[in-house]
């Protein structure tokens, strides 16, 4: 068996090699502008290669769709970046990092997030933090990885001690997310809708945050298919599902209020009650997971999202910070804080040109 694994990892290279030769001939007889002289002698040679390359090599993108499917089919890899699980599932590689606890990023982001909950305590604000732990803490039995999922579960445990020595209020939504079936996506990084109003639950279920008195309704929207964020780190998203990888497919909703308001009690007005802040990641600013919506249902709260896609957890966060009114701040904020974050050396770079910003 060794020796078949072997010889596929030594002929998958080969194949992509020889094709690699083939193209190069198709490119090379074809009526293309290639490098010039005078881009040489200036210095913009290797971009005209690459321009170049992009542009007109031949069968590229079905190339490197191919061989990423033939790779996952006989190895179960991808490139850098994923983690093949079993039967399908797909783990983000940056979940394999370990949390780093005695080390610099993730006690100066400790000392950063107690600095936030330190300038809402100032103005009357409350922060209660929600970790997600990684999916492969929760999904263990999918990853084929229990060492590296002992790790990050290690990792999320020394977070909520953490938060708990500087007594910052938080949510172990790790039981919630490991009682739900289909927490997460197969082929996506995020939690599922499920996940999420689990998650939203845990919240309210914690007393961290007194219920309100608004009663909502959800009203389900039309069904949305996606290709999962990490097959494109195996195959191209024509190829996916025939190689196990298909389409996930969400049905998002949104929370209204049951029975409409008089106007004494106008919950987006003035004399109504005051909105909750929700500040997070992809975790919370993307419709389709409904989080936002699930924390209105369990909490009876109006919540005003201020999550961001792309941006992490500490980007958000300082914009809602530098956006926020003191005289009227939200009666709390709820910071939904993905622990993969904390072994990312990128959080650092953001918690600095956070502070830059509220320097100047």
């Given at each position: 068996?060794m020796?078949?694994?072997v ?21 090379l ?23 170049l390359?992009r ?6 993108e ?8 033939a ?14 699980g079993e ?5 983000t590689r ?8 005695e080390?610099a990023?993730?006690q ?29 803490d929760?999904?263990r ?5 229990d ?6 579960a ?7 001690s ?33 996940g999420?109003?689990a ?11 007194a219920?309100?008195?608004?009663a ?14 990490l ?9 996916a ?5 298909p389409?996930e ?10 029975e409409a ?7 987006f ?6 909105p ?7 975790y ?34 300082d ?8 005289a009227a ?6 910071w ?11 959080l ?5 040109e ?7």
């Open positions: 068996m020796s078949n694994i010889a596929v990892k030594l002929l998958l290279p080969i194949a992509f090699f020889g094709y690699a030769i083939f193209a190069n001939i198709v490119l007889r074809s009526d293309v502008d290639g490098p010039s002289v005078d881009g040489f002698l200036k210095g913009a040679f290797t971009a005209e290669v690459d321009t390359y542009a007109n090599l031949p069968h590229r079905p190339a490197v769709g191919l061989v990423g499917a790779r996952y089919v006989l190895l179960n890899e991808g490139r850098d970046g994923v983690v093949a039967k399908g599932w797909l783990f940056e979940e394999f990092r370990s949390v780093v606890r080390g990023l993730a100066d982001a400790l000392a950063w997030i107690a600095d936030v909950d330190a300038q809402l305590r100032q103005v009357g604000s409350a922060l209660v933090v929600v970790p997600v732990p990684a999916k492969l929760v999904l039995n999918h990853a084929n990885a060492e590296q999922a002992r790790e990050s290690i990792g999320y445990d020394w977070f909520l953490a938060l708990a020595s500087e007594g910052i209020a938080h949510v172990d939504s790790r039981p919630a997310l490991a009682a739900t079936p289909d927490a997460f996506f197969r082929t996506d990084t995020h939690w599922t809708d499920a999420a109003a998650v939203a639950e845990a919240v309210a279920v914690s007393n961290l945050i219920l309100g008195e608004t909502f309704a959800d009203e389900a929207q039309a069904p949305v298919q996606f290709i999962g964020d097959v494109s780190f195996v195959t191209s998203d024509g190829l599902s025939a190689v196990g990888l389409a497919t969400v049905v998002p909703y949104v929370a209204q209020p049951e308001l008089d106007a004494d009690l106008d919950l007005g003035n004399s109504g009650p005051t909750l802040v929700l500040v997070g990641t992809s919370s600013a993307n419709p389709n997971w409904s989080f936002v919506e699930a924390l209105k249902l369990a909490l009876a709260h109006d919540v005003i999202n201020y999550a961001r896609e792309g941006q992490g957890p500490v980007a958000p966060m914009l809602f910070l530098d956006q926020m009114d003191p701040p939200p009666p709390v904020v709820i939904e804080f993905p622990v993969r974050y904390l072994s990312d050396p990128e650092l770079d953001a918690m600095t956070a502070e830059a910003v509220g320097d100047a």
